[in-house]
């Protein structure tokens, strides 16, 4: 017997059999599915087979696209977990090394997004999104939704369908608003709306189910929302919350920090109208003099060197970036 030629034989049907059950797998993904046959580093299979929601391969497709993601196939955005053909978990934090997130900076969130019904966590930490398009509250299934060090200045509508959110954390962005839907998030137990622009909360808010002045067993408050602009009708569970100017540190989220509430978020700018100018000198020496600053509508502006009181030093300060032309920022 010719045992190279035999050898090589046994060798094609090997070949052979592997493609051909290669191929009969692949065939056996329901409609609507596809199969991968195989995973780079940065998707795993936490169930199922590997056949993958085409839906889901579109979304991600389409985020690739809307920011010029530098990656191949959808299944290397990110950090991915995939059961039973949907995607579950996306660690998507902006991350330059291109490990453990997205290596670039996502600037927008396409509409298709919404599609991804099936995500469970969701982290979109250090990107330079100012919006989420509308489709986000299709996403009913996720439990822990992480954005913070955005630039995001509203959230959807509708983020009440989020039913099941257990976490919620938005911090240091530039939101300046809260829907009022977000009062039907009846799961939620870690709210966390800290270093955003926010000057008014919606009343309903108290009856969400969070301990608003407690932590948890590492140290995380359940909530926390100072370095914000709540001055005025503050709702009584926030009002009185410990964690009324709390915040983490931007960069050591693990370390609580003192944030207080900025209520003069102009300074210099005492008669309100947007703008430093003469009048608004005018304004303080005169309130200076008459020892009333802090009775005018925006008395507290005057206080340009902080140390809590009207006086000479404050109208020099004023003075000086009136005519410099850099008053804004003070």
């Not at 993904?29 to 579109?58: H, K």
């Not at 290596?103 to 979109?124: C, H, K």
């Not at 977000?182 to 009343?203: A, G, H, R, S």
């Not at 569970?237 to 003192?258: A, G, K, R, W």
Request: hydrophobic share 35%; with cysteine; glycine share 10%.
């Amino acid at each position: 017997m010719n045992y190279k030629r035999y050898n090589k034989f046994l060798t094609y049907i090997t070949i052979l059999l592997m493609i051909g059950i290669s191929f009969i797998y692949s065939q056996n993904c329901n409609e609507g599915y596809s199969y991968v046959a195989e995973l780079p580093e940065t998707a795993t299979i936490s169930s199922g087979d590997s056949c993958f929601y085409n839906v889901d391969i579109n979304a991600l497709n389409d985020l690739i696209s809307a920011n010029n993601l530098d990656y191949d196939i959808a299944l290397e955005v990110g950090n991915q977990t995939w059961g039973d053909g949907r995607l579950t978990v996306l660690v998507g934090t902006f991350n330059p090394n291109g490990t453990s997130g997205i290596n670039s900076q996502l600037q927008v969130i396409p509409e298709s997004f919404g599609d991804l019904t099936g995500l469970a966590l969701l982290y979109l930490e250090w990107h330079s999104l100012t919006s989420l398009p509308e489709s986000f509250s299709q996403l009913t299934n996720l439990v822990s939704f992480t954005i913070n060090n955005n630039w995001l200045t509203h959230l959807p509508s509708e983020i009440g369908n989020l039913s099941n959110l257990y976490s919620l954390d938005l911090g240091y962005n530039k939101i300046e608003s809260i829907p009022d839907s977000i009062c039907e998030l009846e799961n939620l137990v870690y709210l966390l709306l800290f270093n955003n622009e926010l000057t008014t909360v919606p009343e309903c808010i108290c009856d969400l189910p969070v301990d608003w002045s407690g932590f948890d067993g590492w140290g995380i408050p359940f909530f926390g929302i100072g370095g914000n602009y709540l001055c005025n009708d503050i709702p009584d569970c926030i009002e009185s919350s410990s964690n009324f100017e709390l915040s983490l540190d931007q960069f050591y989220y693990l370390t609580p920090i003192e944030a207080p509430q900025d209520c003069c978020p102009n300074l210099g700018d005492l008669n309100g109208d947007g703008g430093y100018n003469v009048l608004d000198i005018v304004t303080l020496a005169n309130c200076v003099l008459a020892g009333d600053c802090s009775d005018l509508e925006n008395g507290c502006a005057g206080d340009l060197n902080g140390d809590g009181g009207y006086n000479v030093l404050d109208i020099v300060t004023l003075a000086n970036c009136v005519l410099a032309g850099n008053c804004e920022g003070n």
